[in-house]
Nanobody, 119 residues
Framework: VQLQAFGGGLVQPGGSLRLSCAASGTIFINNAWGWYRQAVGKQREKVATITIAGNTNYADSVKGRFTISRDNAKNTVYLQMNSLKPEDTAVYYC??????????????WGQGTQVTVSS
């Protein structure tokens, strides 16, 4: 499985960005997707996850501002980011796991896309 992430960039505080990540290769029937991020000098953290059924989970820091969604026909996941803050600045990574349970311990990573929130 290969993942390709798109959509990062520079945005002002309060602005919006939409990240997308497309998977190619083997498709797992019950796969789960996740978005993670890593800021300079910090550990990688989970931002949001979504199951094959569309059940979602968010980090407290992004609840109400970010929305994860998926298009199963395109094997693609999205992260709509609104009301962006400087502390959202990080490299964002997508990840696909065979199941939600396996997502945290195994899976396939995308290459990362830089999101910078600055005036």
């Amino acid at each position: 499985v290969q993942l390709q992430a798109f959509g990062g960039g520079l945005v002002q505080p309060g602005g919006s960005l939409r990240l997308s990540c497309a998977a190619s290769g083997t498709i797992f029937i019950n796969n789960a997707w996740g978005w993670y991020r890593q800021a300079v000098g910090k550990q990688r953290e989970k931002v949001a996850t979504i199951t094959i059924a569309g059940n979602t989970n968010y980090a407290d820091s992004v609840k109400g501002r970010f929305t994860i969604s998926r298009d199963n026909a395109k094997n693609t996941v999205y992260l709509q980011m609104n009301s962006l803050k400087p502390e959202d600045t990080a490299v964002y990574y997508c990840k696909q796991g065979r199941t939600l349970a396996l997502l945290s311990v195994a899976g396939y990573w995308g290459q990362g896309t830089q999101v910078t929130v600055s005036s």
